[in-house]
T-cell receptor, first 110, second 115 residues
């Protein structure tokens, strides 16, 4: 059974701090990695995709991938209360489908 | 605004009803997906259509019946549902036929309640 593991949280950080979200996956053949943000009652929204080892930055968001360690992370700099949401890590499976982690709930306190 | 449109936004149906959920995308994407999401849980894959052909069926009960009339449209036909089928039903699409190097874009979902 292919798995994607995330710490469910809640992760609480003060406004302006860096939030660090982590994800591990079991399938060494996975090629594509995504982070989705989901507000309560809403649908998931793609915020980052990463396909090769290293860092990828987009505004306040940085995704980091280490395929050898089967680890992917998301850093959110200068966290804002509006970043409070559940963050879902998703990894491509062997059939080309997406496997989601259970999500990490982030709370940014003003 | 999402480029994947789902209708209706909310649906309440009895266990003997037949209803359909609709999904439409005009991004030229080659794959479309149905996911089911219960509260405080991640999305669960139900079906994948790749190039208008059913490519993945995650052992979903037959009371859920998908249909892909063309590359832009995806339906989910519902009949004889159970109260435990109440959930948020999400449609998504991806540019390529699979999720390899091709992120999924989700619609706003249909909130289904079975009474």
């Amino acid at each position: 059974q292919k798995e994607v593991e995330q710490n469910s949280g809640p992760l609480s950080v003060p406004e302006g701090a860096i939030a660090s979200l982590n994800c591990t996956y079991s399938d060494r053949g996975s090629q594509s990695f995504f982070w989705y943000r989901q507000y309560s009652g809403k649908s998931p929204e793609l915020i980052m995709s990463i396909y090769s080892n290293g860092d990828k930055e987009d505004g306040r968001f940085t995704a980091q991938l280490n395929k050898a360690s089967q680890y992917v992370s998301l850093l959110i700099r200068d966290s804002q209360p509006s970043d409070s949401a559940t963050y879902l890590c998703a990894v491509s499976g062997s059939q080309g489908n997406l496997i989601f982690g259970k999500g990490t709930k982030l709370s940014v306190k003003p | 605004d999402t480029e994947v449109t789902q209708t209706p936004k909310h649906l309440v149906m009895g266990m003997t009803n037949k209803k359909s959920l609709k999904c439409e995308q005009h991004m030229g994407h080659r794959a479309m997906y149905w996911y089911k999401q219960k509260a405080k849980k991640p999305p669960e894959l139900m079906f994948v259509y790749s190039y208008e052909k059913l490519s993945i069926n995650e052992s979903v009960p037959s009371r859920f019946s998908p249909e892909c009339p063309n590359s832009s449209l995806l339906n989910l036909h519902l009949h004889a549902l159970q109260p435990e089928d109440s959930a948020l039903y999400l449609c998504a699409s991806s540019q390529e036929g699979t999720a390899y190097n091709s992120p999924l874009h989700f619609g706003n979902g249909t909130r289904l309640t079975v009474t």
